[in-house]
Protein backbone atom coordinates (compact mmCIF):
# COMPACT_ATOMS: atom_id res chain seq x y z
CA UNK A 1 0.00 0.00 0.00
CA UNK A 2 2.97 2.32 1.16
CA UNK A 3 4.58 1.60 -2.44
CA UNK A 4 1.13 2.61 -4.21
CA UNK A 5 1.13 5.64 -2.48
CA UNK A 6 4.82 6.53 -3.27
CA UNK A 7 4.62 5.83 -6.83
CA UNK A 8 2.65 7.07 -10.02
CA UNK A 9 3.05 3.52 -11.60
CA UNK A 10 4.63 0.57 -11.02
CA UNK A 11 4.98 -1.71 -14.37
CA UNK A 12 5.61 -5.36 -14.09
CA UNK A 13 7.04 -7.63 -17.30
CA UNK A 14 7.36 -11.13 -17.02
CA UNK A 15 8.96 -12.79 -20.28
CA UNK A 16 8.04 -15.81 -18.90
CA UNK A 17 5.99 -16.80 -15.37
CA UNK A 18 8.23 -17.52 -12.97
CA UNK A 19 8.08 -21.12 -11.53
CA UNK A 20 5.99 -21.42 -7.85
CA UNK A 21 7.71 -24.75 -6.38
CA UNK A 22 11.31 -24.21 -7.72
CA UNK A 23 14.24 -23.00 -5.91
CA UNK A 24 14.58 -19.83 -7.43
CA UNK A 25 17.60 -16.89 -7.43
CA UNK A 26 16.53 -13.70 -8.36
CA UNK A 27 19.13 -11.57 -9.80
CA UNK A 28 18.71 -7.73 -9.99
CA UNK A 29 20.79 -4.39 -11.39
CA UNK A 30 20.95 -2.26 -7.89
CA UNK A 31 20.06 1.17 -8.32
CA UNK A 32 18.06 2.90 -5.20
CA UNK A 33 19.28 0.96 -1.88
CA UNK A 34 16.39 -0.35 -0.01
CA UNK A 35 13.19 0.25 -2.67
CA UNK A 36 14.64 -1.85 -5.25
CA UNK A 37 14.30 -5.03 -2.73
CA UNK A 38 10.66 -3.76 -1.73
CA UNK A 39 9.74 -3.59 -5.39
CA UNK A 40 11.34 -7.39 -5.84
CA UNK A 41 9.44 -8.75 -3.03
CA UNK A 42 5.91 -7.18 -4.15
CA UNK A 43 6.04 -8.01 -7.40
CA UNK A 44 7.95 -11.57 -8.31
CA UNK A 45 5.29 -13.41 -6.83
CA UNK A 46 7.76 -15.34 -4.03
CA UNK A 47 8.16 -15.21 -0.87
CA UNK A 48 12.15 -14.26 -0.70
CA UNK A 49 15.37 -14.05 1.30
CA UNK A 50 17.23 -10.91 0.69
CA UNK A 51 20.95 -10.78 0.68
CA UNK A 52 22.75 -6.86 1.51
CA UNK A 53 25.89 -5.22 2.51
CA UNK A 54 26.37 -5.82 5.78
CA UNK A 55 27.31 -2.26 6.64
CA UNK A 56 23.93 -1.38 6.85
CA UNK A 57 23.45 -3.95 10.36
CA UNK A 58 25.32 -1.86 12.36
CA UNK A 59 22.99 -0.23 14.30
CA UNK A 60 20.78 -2.29 16.60
CA UNK A 61 17.63 -0.81 15.59
CA UNK A 62 18.05 -1.34 11.98
CA UNK A 63 19.52 -4.41 11.80
CA UNK A 64 16.45 -6.00 14.03
CA UNK A 65 14.36 -4.36 11.65
CA UNK A 66 16.26 -5.85 8.09
CA UNK A 67 15.94 -9.38 9.91
CA UNK A 68 12.51 -9.00 10.32
CA UNK A 69 12.29 -8.81 6.75
CA UNK A 70 14.15 -11.63 6.08
CA UNK A 71 17.03 -9.74 5.20
CA UNK A 72 20.82 -11.58 5.58
CA UNK A 73 24.04 -9.79 5.20
CA UNK A 74 27.03 -10.38 3.38
CA UNK A 75 30.32 -9.10 4.11
CA UNK A 76 32.77 -7.34 2.09
CA UNK A 77 36.73 -7.08 1.93
CA UNK A 78 35.59 -3.41 2.91
CA UNK A 79 34.03 -4.63 6.28
CA UNK A 80 37.63 -6.30 7.42
CA UNK A 81 38.99 -9.34 6.63
CA UNK A 82 37.90 -10.88 9.96
CA UNK A 83 34.02 -10.74 8.87
CA UNK A 84 34.89 -12.96 5.51
CA UNK A 85 34.34 -15.48 7.18
CA UNK A 86 30.76 -15.00 8.38
CA UNK A 87 29.90 -15.30 5.08
CA UNK A 88 30.35 -18.92 4.97
CA UNK A 89 27.20 -18.87 7.47
CA UNK A 90 25.34 -16.92 5.18
CA UNK A 91 26.00 -18.90 2.11
CA UNK A 92 24.83 -21.77 4.02
CA UNK A 93 21.75 -20.58 4.79
CA UNK A 94 21.21 -19.27 1.33
CA UNK A 95 21.69 -23.14 0.25
CA UNK A 96 19.36 -24.55 2.55
CA UNK A 97 17.03 -22.11 1.53
CA UNK A 98 17.11 -23.03 -2.26
CA UNK A 99 16.88 -26.93 -1.00
CA UNK A 100 13.68 -26.03 0.18
CA UNK A 101 12.46 -24.43 -3.36
CA UNK A 102 12.62 -21.56 -1.19
CA UNK A 103 13.31 -18.30 -3.33
CA UNK A 104 17.00 -15.93 -2.59
CA UNK A 105 17.04 -12.87 -3.75
CA UNK A 106 20.70 -10.65 -4.13
CA UNK A 107 21.94 -7.77 -6.40
CA UNK A 108 25.53 -9.53 -8.24
CA UNK A 109 27.03 -6.00 -8.64
CA UNK A 110 27.68 -5.87 -5.18
CA UNK A 111 26.94 -2.24 -4.72
CA UNK A 112 24.48 -0.17 -5.84
CA UNK A 113 24.71 3.55 -8.16
CA UNK A 114 21.78 5.50 -9.90
CA UNK A 115 23.25 5.56 -13.21
CA UNK A 116 22.04 3.52 -16.28
CA UNK A 117 24.05 1.02 -16.40
CA UNK A 118 25.00 -2.60 -15.67
CA UNK A 119 28.19 -2.92 -13.30
CA UNK A 120 30.60 -5.80 -13.17
CA UNK A 121 29.05 -8.81 -11.35
CA UNK A 122 30.88 -9.76 -8.47
CA UNK A 123 32.01 -13.77 -7.48
CA UNK A 124 29.03 -14.09 -4.50
CA UNK A 125 26.36 -15.67 -6.58
CA UNK A 126 27.99 -18.20 -8.44
CA UNK A 127 29.62 -19.16 -5.17
CA UNK A 128 26.06 -19.80 -3.70
CA UNK A 129 25.24 -21.73 -7.13
CA UNK A 130 28.12 -23.94 -6.83
CA UNK A 131 27.77 -24.59 -3.06
CA UNK A 132 23.90 -25.65 -3.81
CA UNK A 133 24.45 -27.55 -6.71
CA UNK A 134 27.71 -28.99 -4.98
CA UNK A 135 25.86 -30.20 -2.03
CA UNK A 136 22.33 -30.78 -3.92
CA UNK A 137 23.36 -31.92 -7.64
CA UNK A 138 20.16 -33.00 -8.63
CA UNK A 139 18.44 -29.52 -7.95
CA UNK A 140 16.29 -27.82 -10.44
CA UNK A 141 17.62 -24.09 -9.66
CA UNK A 142 16.21 -21.69 -11.50
CA UNK A 143 18.41 -18.27 -11.82
CA UNK A 144 15.97 -15.26 -12.97
CA UNK A 145 17.38 -11.91 -14.35
CA UNK A 146 15.52 -8.99 -13.12
CA UNK A 147 16.23 -5.19 -14.58
CA UNK A 148 14.82 -2.05 -12.59
CA UNK A 149 13.64 0.88 -14.44
CA UNK A 150 12.77 4.18 -12.49
CA UNK A 151 11.93 7.21 -14.68
CA UNK A 152 14.29 9.21 -12.37
CA UNK A 153 14.79 7.67 -9.48
CA UNK A 154 14.81 10.07 -6.76
CA UNK A 155 11.93 11.93 -7.27
CA UNK A 156 8.54 11.61 -5.26
CA UNK A 157 5.86 10.10 -7.81
CA UNK A 158 8.48 9.18 -9.97
CA UNK A 159 7.61 5.69 -11.96
CA UNK A 160 9.44 2.07 -12.34
CA UNK A 161 9.04 -0.74 -14.37
CA UNK A 162 10.32 -4.02 -13.36
CA UNK A 163 11.29 -6.26 -15.99
CA UNK A 164 11.65 -9.86 -14.94
CA UNK A 165 13.63 -12.43 -17.77
CA UNK A 166 12.97 -16.06 -18.65
CA UNK A 167 13.93 -18.63 -15.74
CA UNK A 168 17.38 -20.13 -16.46
CA UNK A 169 18.42 -23.82 -15.31
CA UNK A 170 21.73 -23.27 -13.60
CA UNK A 171 22.54 -27.38 -14.13
CA UNK A 172 22.25 -26.26 -17.54
CA UNK A 173 25.60 -24.14 -17.17
CA UNK A 174 27.15 -25.77 -14.40
CA UNK A 175 28.81 -28.99 -14.60
CA UNK A 176 32.99 -28.92 -13.49
CA UNK A 177 32.34 -26.45 -11.03
CA UNK A 178 35.50 -24.35 -12.95
CA UNK A 179 36.76 -21.20 -12.99
CA UNK A 180 35.74 -20.79 -16.66
CA UNK A 181 32.03 -21.80 -15.47
CA UNK A 182 32.34 -19.00 -12.91
CA UNK A 183 33.12 -16.14 -15.64
CA UNK A 184 31.02 -17.88 -17.86
CA UNK A 185 27.85 -17.25 -15.66
CA UNK A 186 29.18 -14.07 -14.62
CA UNK A 187 28.69 -13.30 -18.32
CA UNK A 188 25.22 -14.55 -19.22
CA UNK A 189 23.69 -13.13 -16.36
CA UNK A 190 25.61 -9.73 -17.05
CA UNK A 191 24.44 -9.46 -20.40
CA UNK A 192 20.48 -10.84 -19.46
CA UNK A 193 20.56 -7.79 -16.80
CA UNK A 194 21.61 -5.54 -20.02
CA UNK A 195 18.44 -6.74 -22.16
CA UNK A 196 16.44 -6.23 -19.43
CA UNK A 197 17.45 -2.43 -17.99
CA UNK A 198 18.76 0.47 -19.80
CA UNK A 199 22.75 -0.18 -20.16
CA UNK A 200 25.10 3.11 -21.03
CA UNK A 201 28.91 2.30 -21.59
CA UNK A 202 30.80 4.38 -18.90
CA UNK A 203 33.26 5.46 -21.22
CA UNK A 204 30.39 7.12 -23.15
CA UNK A 205 28.17 7.49 -20.01
CA UNK A 206 27.71 11.65 -20.06
CA UNK A 207 27.00 12.05 -23.42
CA UNK A 208 24.82 9.62 -24.28
CA UNK A 209 22.45 10.29 -21.13
CA UNK A 210 22.52 13.83 -22.26
CA UNK A 211 20.90 13.11 -25.32
CA UNK A 212 18.68 10.24 -24.15
CA UNK A 213 17.62 12.63 -21.47
CA UNK A 214 17.01 15.59 -25.29
CA UNK A 215 15.34 12.76 -26.85
CA UNK A 216 12.86 12.37 -23.94
CA UNK A 217 13.12 8.76 -24.34
CA UNK A 218 10.88 6.13 -21.87
CA UNK A 219 13.23 4.93 -19.49
CA UNK A 220 10.51 2.70 -18.13
CA UNK A 221 10.97 0.86 -21.71
CA UNK A 222 14.17 -0.45 -21.60
CA UNK A 223 14.01 -2.36 -24.87
CA UNK A 224 13.02 0.95 -26.76
CA UNK A 225 15.64 2.69 -24.62
CA UNK A 226 18.25 0.33 -25.98
CA UNK A 227 17.59 0.05 -29.29
CA UNK A 228 17.97 3.92 -29.51
CA UNK A 229 21.64 3.52 -28.00
CA UNK A 230 22.17 0.72 -30.85
CA UNK A 231 21.09 2.85 -33.29
CA UNK A 232 23.17 6.03 -32.71
CA UNK A 233 20.11 8.02 -32.10
CA UNK A 234 17.84 7.23 -35.02
CA UNK A 235 15.60 5.05 -34.09
CA UNK A 236 14.25 6.07 -30.86
CA UNK A 237 10.70 7.02 -29.46
CA UNK A 238 10.12 10.04 -27.35
CA UNK A 239 7.44 10.56 -24.68
CA UNK A 240 3.96 12.43 -25.11
CA UNK A 241 4.36 15.52 -22.53
CA UNK A 242 1.64 15.95 -19.68
CA UNK A 243 -0.29 19.04 -19.42
CA UNK A 244 -1.73 18.67 -16.04
CA UNK A 245 1.63 20.12 -14.48
CA UNK A 246 -0.67 23.06 -12.87
CA UNK A 247 -2.75 20.57 -11.61
CA UNK A 248 -0.59 18.39 -9.98
CA UNK A 249 1.58 21.35 -8.34
CA UNK A 250 -1.76 22.66 -6.66
CA UNK A 251 -2.67 18.87 -5.11
CA UNK A 252 0.98 18.71 -3.52
CA UNK A 253 1.14 21.67 -2.40
CA UNK A 254 -2.28 20.92 -0.33
CA UNK A 255 -0.19 17.76 0.15
CA UNK A 256 2.84 19.49 1.92
CA UNK A 257 0.01 21.95 3.94
CA UNK A 258 -1.53 19.16 5.22
CA UNK A 259 1.67 17.30 6.64
CA UNK A 260 3.82 19.86 6.72
CA UNK A 261 5.31 18.32 9.99
CA UNK A 262 6.53 15.21 8.06
CA UNK A 263 7.89 17.35 5.44
CA UNK A 264 9.52 19.99 7.96
CA UNK A 265 11.78 16.43 9.43
CA UNK A 266 12.55 15.23 5.88
CA UNK A 267 13.64 18.52 4.31
CA UNK A 268 15.51 20.28 7.34
CA UNK A 269 16.66 16.87 9.32
CA UNK A 270 16.61 13.64 7.24
CA UNK A 271 17.47 14.72 3.50
CA UNK A 272 20.64 16.73 4.84
CA UNK A 273 21.88 14.36 6.61
CA UNK A 274 22.07 11.29 3.57
CA UNK A 275 25.33 11.19 1.95
CA UNK A 276 24.81 8.83 -0.64
CA UNK A 277 21.97 9.91 -3.71
CA UNK A 278 20.40 5.96 -3.91
CA UNK A 279 19.58 6.24 -0.37
CA UNK A 280 16.76 9.49 -1.35
CA UNK A 281 14.13 7.56 -2.14
CA UNK A 282 14.42 4.76 0.57
CA UNK A 283 14.46 7.17 3.44
CA UNK A 284 11.52 9.41 2.15
CA UNK A 285 9.38 6.11 1.84
CA UNK A 286 10.95 5.24 5.01
CA UNK A 287 9.30 8.87 6.45
CA UNK A 288 6.11 8.07 4.10
CA UNK A 289 5.14 4.93 6.43
CA UNK A 290 5.79 5.59 9.33
CA UNK A 291 5.68 9.62 10.30
CA UNK A 292 2.88 10.29 8.03
CA UNK A 293 0.38 8.45 8.63
CA UNK A 294 1.30 8.85 12.65
CA UNK A 295 0.60 12.71 12.31
CA UNK A 296 -2.25 12.00 9.94
CA UNK A 297 -3.82 9.71 13.41
CA UNK A 298 -2.46 12.32 15.90
CA UNK A 299 -4.42 15.10 13.51
CA UNK A 300 -7.43 13.09 13.25
CA UNK A 301 -7.32 12.38 16.99
CA UNK A 302 -7.32 15.92 17.71
CA UNK A 303 -10.21 16.77 15.62
CA UNK A 304 -12.38 14.01 16.53
CA UNK A 305 -11.95 15.29 20.72
CA UNK A 306 -12.95 18.56 19.73
CA UNK A 307 -15.14 18.54 16.69
CA UNK A 308 -16.52 15.03 16.44
CA UNK A 309 -16.10 11.93 14.35
CA UNK A 310 -17.41 13.08 11.54
CA UNK A 311 -14.65 15.99 11.11
CA UNK A 312 -11.78 13.60 11.72
CA UNK A 313 -12.99 11.31 9.36
CA UNK A 314 -13.29 13.53 6.20
CA UNK A 315 -10.63 15.29 7.09
CA UNK A 316 -8.27 11.42 6.59
CA UNK A 317 -10.25 10.63 3.40
CA UNK A 318 -9.09 14.34 1.85
CA UNK A 319 -6.20 13.66 3.15
CA UNK A 320 -5.34 10.47 1.12
CA UNK A 321 -7.36 12.10 -1.73
CA UNK A 322 -4.73 14.66 -2.10
CA UNK A 323 -1.79 12.55 -1.76
CA UNK A 324 -3.13 10.00 -4.13
CA UNK A 325 -4.28 13.01 -7.05
CA UNK A 326 -0.58 14.37 -6.05
CA UNK A 327 1.03 11.31 -6.71
CA UNK A 328 -0.94 9.91 -9.49
CA UNK A 329 -2.01 12.66 -11.94
Given at each position: MGLFFYYKKISVVKEEGIPKNKPILLLSNHQNALIDALLIATTSGRFSYFLTRASVFKKKLVSKLLYSVNMLPVYRVRDGWSTISKNNYIFKTCTQKLKNNEAVALFPEGNHHI??????????????IFETLTTYPELDLQLVPIGLNYKEGTTFGDSVALYYGKPIPARTMVSTFSNQEIVALRHIVQEKLKGLTTHIDAEVYKQTIEKLNLLQVDFLNPIAVN????SHFKDCQSTAKTNNNVIKQIFRGLLVLSLFVPVFIWRYYVKPKIVEVEFIATFRFAIAITLVPIWMLLCAVFMAFYFGFVYALVYFITVLIIALLSVKL
Open positions: NRSVRPLSKGFTRIKCIE
